[in-house]
């Protein structure tokens, strides 16, 4: 290896990114999915939305009251959230009221982007136009947290009333509601009995919830990985004719070798060597590359996928959640065609009359 | 001249030596790399920071893909939203074409 050092430094080189890159995206959806199955297992058990039309609608006082007497409920709640577009950052918040309460009406807290986008902190003022036009202003009295960054970034909680007044929602109105089921095995009976009491509405369940995200985190890696296949399929080929224009020296040099008395399969296996070596190695140092591009360094190369158009994006740095299982994949999709792509020209050289391939 | 099969005259390395010294240095950053990853997995609160909030707030989304309402809000958008702004409307946001519908829309 050390006679053709640049070719090989150059496929090092060339492996090594392919395995980087085939790493990063499945390291940062595994993590993804990962993290939000840790966030979600905290969401409302069921959320029950009124449809009409097929189309989200509020929800009333009335529906809410004709889920309360349920068996299996611990505790319904209305949710009153929705969105505002704000033209100075060009960007959606999600307004919302915590509805166990802890704001002050007259103030707001913040989701950590949301602030950074506006440039705002607690004291400052914020002012949104109503439904009816005018203006309605809140002091900031805090900002959340930025460890929660994945699940807050574009919040804007507020208190009910001022709710209601911006957005004109009368009282006893709520966007949707969630209920609270605390035996897991009953979630099934009780979205049944859901539907059964309010026949207008959809009952969404957690696992629903964490199936919706996976989903979206598993399409889109794919859709990253699609054109990485083809990058993977030029690669492979690139291996293929590397082993197959097998240089004079190459061809002589195994010549030489059944000519002093190497047999086929003593050729194979020095070859299987090299090419099981290089492989090793790219397959480790790709891996490792990829593990702090995703986990150090929070994906730079990969974040603009999931970030599209958004202004508002959640600044979070994953948790690392590998398995076992991954790694073996990566490693048996890394290496494994390598080697089957120089082995091949490599065994049809091998078994050659020597003297014909020194010629 | 340095007679042969004296300690001297022996060479330092094998050829070999080099490529074995990477993938040992290759294998002992991965295994590092996967003790870091046990130990962050280790060090991760039970309880509080996100998980608290949503649970506090009964959130059902993730905050993660904030351009477009539909896809704020996977979980609860309906078959209509990434085309309601107008007849024969079009979905145009990035997270729209790399975001398949929650698959309760249709199953």
């Known amino acids: 290896m050390a006679r053709r050092k640049g070719r090989n430094l150059g496929l090092l080189a060339v492996y090594g990114g392919m395995v980087f890159l085939l790493a990063s995206v499945l390291f940062y959806s595994s993590a993804l999915k990962h993290e939000s199955r840790l966030l979600l297992a905290e969401a409302p058990e069921i959320v029950v939305q009124r449809m009409i039309a097929g189309r989200h609608a509020p929800v009333s006082g009335e529906h809410l009251r004709a889920l309360q007497g349920i068996r299996g409920l611990r505790g319904v709640e209305g949710r009153l959230w929705g969105y505002h577009y704000d033209p100075v950052v060009r960007a959606n918040y999600t307004l919302m009221v915590p509805p166990a309460g802890g704001v002050a009406q007259g103030t707001a807290i913040l989701g950590p982007a949301l602030a950074r986008a506006r440039g705002a902190g607690p004291g400052d003022v914020i002012s949104f136009r109503g439904h009816d036009g005018g203006l309605v202003s809140f002091r900031i009295a805090g900002i959340l947290p930025g460890d929660t960054a994945l699940a807050s970034a574009d919040l804007l909680l507020i208190e009910e009333t001022d709710f209601r007044t911006l957005f004109g929602i009368p009282p006893g109105e709520y966007t949707d509601l969630a209920l609270r089921i605390p035996n897991a095995r009953e979630v099934q009976t009780v979205a049944e009995k859901v539907l059964e009491r309010l026949p207008d509405s959809r009952a969404i369940l957690r696992e629903e919830m964490q199936r919706t995200y996976d989903a979206i985190f598993d399409w889109r890696s794919t859709l990253v990985l699609l054109p990485l296949s083809g990058a993977l399929l030029a690669f492979a080929i690139l291996a293929w004719e590397k082993a197959s224009g097998l240089s004079a020296d190459e061809r002589r040099e195994i010549g030489i070798l059944k000519a002093v008395g190497w047999e086929t399969r003593d050729v194979l296996r020095m070859k299987l060597w090299e090419g099981g070596l290089l492989s090793l190695l790219a397959f480790l140092f790709g891996t490792v590359a990829a593990y702090w591009h995703v986990f150090g360094l929070s994906a730079p190369l990969l974040a603009p996928v999931l970030q599209g158009w958004s202004v508002l994006y959640p600044d979070f740095r994953l948790t690392p959640a590998i398995e076992g299982g991954q790694l073996l994949a990566l490693f048996f999709l890394t290496v494994f065609p390598y080697l089957v792509a120089t082995l091949v020209p490599v065994w049809r050289a091998a078994v050659t009359d020597p003297d014909e391939v020194m010629r | ?107």
């Open chain 2, 1 to 107: 001249m340095v007679p042969a099969g004296t300690p001297q005259a022996r060479p330092g390395l094998r050829p070999g030596s080099p490529l074995l010294a990477l993938i040992l240095l290759g294998a002992v950053l991965l295994g590092l790399s996967l003790l870091h990853a046990g130990m962050s997995d280790a060090r991760r609160p039970e309880a509080g920071g996100g998980p608290a909030l949503v649970r506090h707030l009964a959130l059902s989304d993730l905050a993660i893909f904030t351009e477009a309402r539909y896809a704020r809000h996977p979980v609860t958008a309906d078959r209509f939203v990434a085309f309601q702004n107008h007849p024969m409307a079009l979905e145009h946001f990035p997270s729209g074409a790399l975001m398949r519908p929650p698959g309760h829309l249709y199953e």
